[in-house]
């Protein structure tokens, strides 16, 4: 089993460019079922996700030219419907083939992606949205069949701004009969890049106010090159590292208006950013402040997948400080672990305390998912001593490769 090694009490210096984005990358390959013909995507992140993703698209019948971070993805012939189970149940973002398989070929087979350590992730809206446009959806609690015989545009309003069920009706929407207007959306930035990779292949997408999208089908759509944005979360999760271990460091590529509510949080907490025309300085160099009380939300609150990474600076800043996760129900799973290096979190419902000031030490922890691991790496970095973080293949699933990234930035880490 892989693991993250790290030598920790060392603050960061140095530049690291942020890779491509996984929570755009995802559903632009799944918007490339919709094109008959080559999308070539750039700049693709090298991580486990997109290779489930490819042997998914290979699967119902792509063919997939992979060189390095571009990946061609020809949709011309889809031979099947129906998505591998193995697959399915290890990528819960195997949900956002449902809008583009029933829009260009009317069918789609997946077993449910159920639960995660994260929290309940139901599908509820998904369904809800793709049955008001025409699909017909039988869901036995183990296996989802939808059909349809031709989606038709309508007026869908989501209960909640839910990312992949935007997603979704996006993508079956853009070949519907007619015109979709979805309100309640996600504002997500991945939504703004999956609209602009579609947009690129023809679609006609147009925003109609916050949380509001007009989308008229189309008969066809064309193919397009298209280059894949970096990663906010990636860029976030490494700011915080900054914040926990003290330093100054370089982000290159940082995507400026995406981490606002972060970048805001990092001054409340002392450090020093200044934005360039490449990417993002971070400095902190004094003593880490408690930011007080902070609550993630639907973007552009403060994001639940930088959640963890902040719990871990948290542990370092001076005073107490609150955590609040409203967007899932189970995020704090790696408290337990931060706990065993001597955080000292308590969580009470859905808010974790964090009394801070503390000297964590280094420990033997084990990552459960991807974004808590990232956090344990985060902690690792600042204990007194050695840390090994184990299953890394949960941080490989958004990471490119965590061990080089923190080598540019002066970290003492390897490969377990
Ligand atoms: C996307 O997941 C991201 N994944 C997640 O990132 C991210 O945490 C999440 O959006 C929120 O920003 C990808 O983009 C691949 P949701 P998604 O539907 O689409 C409830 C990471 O670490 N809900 O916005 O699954 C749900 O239970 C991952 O990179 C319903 O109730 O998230 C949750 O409480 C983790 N019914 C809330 O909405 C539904 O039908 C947000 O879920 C769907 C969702």
């Known amino acids: 089993m892989k693991s993250v090694y790290i030598r920790g009490n060392a603050s960061l210096y140095g530049e690291v460019t942020i890779q491509g984005s996984k929570n755009a990358a995802l559903p632009i390959m799944a918007a490339a079922l919709l094109v008959p013909g080559m999308c070539v995507l750039r700049n693709c992140p090298r991580i486990s996700d997109v290779d489930h993703m490819c042997r998914i698209l290979t699967s119902v019948g792509c063919r ?9 993805i020809d949709a011309a012939a889809l031979t099947d419907s129906r998505l591998p ?10 949900i956002m083939l449902m809008g583009p398989l029933l829009g260009r070929i009317g069918e789609v ?3 449910h992606p159920g639960g995660c350590v994260i929290g309940d992730r139901p599908i509820d809206l998904h369904v809800k949205a793709l049955s008001a446009m025409g699909a017909v959806c039988r869901d036995d609690g183990r296996q989802l069949c939808a059909v349809s015989r031709g989606l038709r545009g309508t007026a869908v309003r989501l209960a909640y701004p839910s990312v992949g069920a935007t997603e979704n009706v996006i993508m079956a929407a853009v070949l519907a009969d007619g015109a979709t207007l979805l309100e309640n ?19 006609s997408i147009e925003q109609r106010g916050p949380g509001r999208l007009l989308i008229c089908g189309r008969r066809r759509l064309h193919p397009c090159v298209y ?5 906010r979360i990636v860029a976030g999760t490494y700011l915080c590292a900054c914040l926990a271990a003290g330093g100054e460091i370089f982000l290159k590529g940082a995507p400026a208006g995406e981490n606002d509510a972060l970048e805001k949080t990092a001054l409340r907490m002392g450090a020093v950013l200044r934005r360039t025309g490449t990417g993002l300085a971070v400095k902190r160099a004094g003593p880490l402040r408690s930011p007080g009380r902070v609550e993630t939300g639907s973007f552009p609150a403060f994001p639940t997948d930088l959640q963890s990474p902040l719990l871990a600076a948290l542990t370092q800043a001076e005073g107490e400080s609150g955590l609040k996760e409203t967007v899932f129900n189970g995020r704090f799973g790696v408290v337990k672990e931060l706990n065993r290096m001597g955080a000292g979190i308590v969580v009470k419902k859905d808010t974790a305390l964090v009394p801070g000031g503390r000297r964590l030490t280094g420990e033997r922890v084990r990552a459960s998912e991807l974004r808590g691991g990232a956090a344990l790496v985060i902690a690792g970095l600042c204990a007194e001593g ?8 949960y941080v490989d699933r958004g990471y490119e490769d965590i061990c080089r990234d923190l080598r540019f930035l002066g970290a003492c880490v390897q490969d377990g």
């Open 64 to 72: 997939i030219d992979r060189r390095g971070r571009q990946i061609g």
């Open 85 to 94: 189970e193995e697959y399915v149940t290890r990528m819960r973002s195997s």
């Open 109 to 111: 087979t997946l077993s």
């Open 185 to 203: 959306c996600a504002q997500e930035p991945e939504i703004f890049w999956l609209c602009d990779f579609l947009s690129h292949c023809g679609a």
């Open 227 to 231: 280059t894949i944005p970096p990663d």
């Open 386 to 393: 050695d840390t090994l973080v184990e299953n890394r293949s």
